[in-house]
């Protein structure tokens, strides 16, 4: 006769299920994860994946790249004191946004020319997406055109991300794109009407646009075409010339905002802002969200951190728009550090580019799942059993 050996019982939660998961495969067949969960590992194996120039443009910040050192330090000058005697034998992780129940209060960042880090592109990272059920930003200078993205999302939730063009004719076109392929909201990127000084892309005199890279959404767009002389595919130089000269507009201002309201229905979000009254304008000006961000340290070198500018605006705007949080975010402890200071949600940026570029879409999926199961680990160590009981008084600043 065989011994009824019981089968092994994964435990409740994402956080707990995730370690199940790792540690029966390591015990049952000498497996580790194909994708590393330590960031410092992650990040090595990407670069090892990486061309030269291709990890340069990924990691990369402005200058001295203090800004990004900056946003990785801030995290530590709060410190999580936990709660004892909670019950938190189960967590709820999700929250509502616009409208929408969402599974948790991750987002994946819009970030450009993903072909550099693997042949799928945006198109591996949407799908990881919908079957994590983390909503997208579709960047607006993606490898796949937005309505490709879409489709493989399915009814799972996205974005669209726009840099501001200096044709108010593409700018239309490409809002009337996003609606028209079920993008819930538009995200406008401030802090990007000029390219910052980036060292490292310059000292390879590398820059992934001008050599046809990302443009997919302008190529596939009428109104862009119409400029041309001749369609992208016969003349591609061209086609990323004319996106050099019009992609970004350094003459935007507060009064072309309207412009946009005019054009979409969606709620608009404002993303680079990193002062209070700059914060207190938007609320003003009835802008639906903000995204407190600086572009990663991409921007400004020597800017001081997103998390110290999200503790500020957070105050300054007393809950009365959603704040979504990037620049820095490593881990569960960062995501909830971010919550308490006053973030709706927060956006995952480079990580997951490291994920894909070590194994495209399943690496993607891999690092959404490990960045959950974090915050959900961390969150009931913490004593919190749902995202509401996050809040400032789960930190203290060193």
């Known amino acids: 006769m065989t011994a009824n050996i019981p089968q092994p019982v994964p435990p409740a939660g994402p956080g707990p299920l995730r370690q199940f998961e790792i540690y029966l495969q390591g015990a049952m067949a000498g497996a580790k994860p194909a994708v590393p969960i330590a960031f410092a590992e992650l990040e090595r194996q990407a670069r090892e994946k990486l061309a030269p120039e291709a990890y340069a443009y990924i990691a990369c910040g402005a200058g001295f790249e203090h800004t990004v050192e900056e946003n990785t330090a801030a ?14 034998a189960a967590r709820d992780l999700s929250i509502e946004l616009f409208g ?15 072909e550099l880090a693997h042949k799928d592109a945006d198109l591996a990272t949407a799908k990881a997406a919908a079957a994590e059920r983390v909503p997208m930003i579709f960047y607006n200078q993606a490898s796949v055109q937005m309505e490709t993205m879409a489709q493989a999302m ?28 079920g993008c819930d909201a538009i995200v406008v990127t401030l802090d990007t009407t000029l390219l910052g000084w980036r060292t490292r892309d310059l000292d390879y005199a590398y820059l992934p646009f ?10 596939s767009d009428p109104a862009f075409r119409a400029m041309l002389k001749k369609p992208p595919e016969e003349d591609m130089l061209a086609a990323a010339q004319l996106f050099m000269t019009i992609y970004s507009n350094p003459a935007l201002t507060w009064d072309k905002l309207a412009f946009l309201r005019q054009h979409t ?10 002062r209070q009254n700059d914060a207190r304008k938007a609320l003003d000006l009835g802008i639906d969200g903000i995204v407190v961000s600086n572009h990663g340290g991409r921007q400004v070198d020597g800017a001081r951190a997103s998390l110290d500018a999200l503790d500020e ?17 490593r881990g569960g402890a ?12 927060v956006c995952i940026g480079r ?11 399943a690496g993607v999926r891999a690092v959404l799942r490990n960045m959950i199961a974090d915050l959900d680990l961390t969150m009931g160590t913490a004593g919190c059993a749902s995202i509401k009981e996050i809040n400032r008084d789960m930190l203290a600043r060193v």
């Open 75 to 88: 995290f530590a000058r709060w410190r999580i004191v936990p709660r004892m005697l909670r019950d938190v």
């Open 100 to 114: 929408r129940k969402l599974a948790t209060p991750l987002l994946v960042a819009p970030i450009g020319v993903q």
């Open 154 to 181: 399915g009814d799972q939730p996205r974005w669209f991300q726009l840099y501001w063009s200096k044709s108010d004719e593409l700018v239309a076109s490409l809002v009337r794109r996003a609606e028209a392929c």
């Open 210 to 219: 001008i050599r046809g890279m990302g443009l997919a959404q302008y190529t």
């Open 265 to 274: 229905s969606k709620p608009i979000l404002l993303k680079g802002i990193n």
């Open 313 to 329: 605006i957070a105050r300054a705007v007393g809950g009365r728009l959603p704040l979504l949080f990037d620049s820095g975010i």
């Open 334 to 345: 960062g995501i909830f550090k971010a919550l308490a200071l006053g973030a709706t949600a």
């Open 351 to 361: 990580p997951y580019v490291y994920g894909l570029a070590i194994a495209g879409e």
